[in-house]
């Protein structure tokens, strides 16, 4: 049977490593696919990265494209969320579906602001408090990724165990 994720957590261009790697760990809790777009502000065997992921590395499905059209030829554009500090959407005011990509910025820039900005209803903010730019990117993806979770009812992987 083919892999089907649960979700597809996008990070373009992503620039630190044990952020990926921290994510790539939340993709595996939680049943996501993760997709890399290049360039990389690191390379894929840099030794933070494989840290950050520990024992996870290994159980995760993952893909790096090169350019944003081939991921777009992998992951249909109309159920894309795009996530920023810039967005006036609420995450919590969206409604995910199960094979939803969820899409970060890299660390210093972001995404590009007319994906943002505006009425974009696909563009969507996790609110903090004005003491606090923003969150750092594996703890966005994580409040991203366990939202969707809560909003379709799926069992966090070892609910399974506990009946």
Request: proline share 7%; hydrophobic share 35%; net charge neutral.
């Amino acid at each position: 049977m083919p892999y089907r994720p649960r979700l597809h957590i996008v990070l373009l261009e992503p620039e630190i490593p044990h952020n990926t790697g921290s994510v790539g760990r939340t993709c595996v809790a939680v049943g996501a696919k993760l997709w890399l777009v290049r360039p990389l502000g690191f390379q894929l065997d840099d030794y933070h990265l494989r840290r950050a992921g520990l024992d996870y590395w290994q159980h995760l499905e993952w893909e790096v494209v090169n350019t944003w059209n081939e991921l777009l030829e992998n992951i249909p554009s109309e159920r894309h969320w795009f996530f920023s500090t810039h967005a006036e959407r609420p995450y919590h005011d969206a409604t995910f579906r199960e094979g939803d990509a969820l899409i970060f910025g890299n660390e210093s820039t972001g995404l590009p602001k007319q994906w943002t900005r505006g009425t974009n209803p696909q563009a969507l903010r996790i609110p903090v408090r004005d003491e606090v730019r923003s969150l750092n990117l594996s703890n966005s993806v994580a409040v991203a990724c366990y939202e969707a979770q809560r909003q379709r009812n799926a069992p966090a992987p070892s609910e399974r165990y506990l009946k």
